[in-house]
């Protein structure tokens, strides 16, 4: 699904990929969203928080980021 904003734009925030610099306009808008805060561990009164809670990831990187329990940091996949 395409979106029409993202606080930190398009570009994945592990490795700046982005989507529609390669495959061009069938991926415009297209990026996932990577909870920074894990979704899982919060109860129901949390509110998430689009800018402090939400960082644009490529697919690659969104599967590896969830390669651990709980899901590793943005900057911990950029070190390894």
């Known amino acids: 699904m395409a979106i029409s904003h993202c606080y930190y734009g398009l570009n994945c925030a592990v490795f700046k990929f982005n989507f529609e610099k390669i495959y061009g306009e069938i ?30 990831v490529c697919t690659n990187c ?8 709980p899901a590793m940091s943005i900057n911990s996949l950029k070190i390894n």
Do not use: N, Q, R
């Not at 969104?62 to 329990?69: E, G, N, P, S, Y």
């Open 27 to 56: 991926s415009a808008g297209f990026v996932h969203v990577y909870h920074v805060v894990d979704i899982s561990t919060v109860g129901t009164e949390y509110t998430v928080d689009s800018v402090k809670d939400l960082a644009p």
């Open 62 to 69: 969104h599967a590896m980021l969830h390669k651990t329990k």
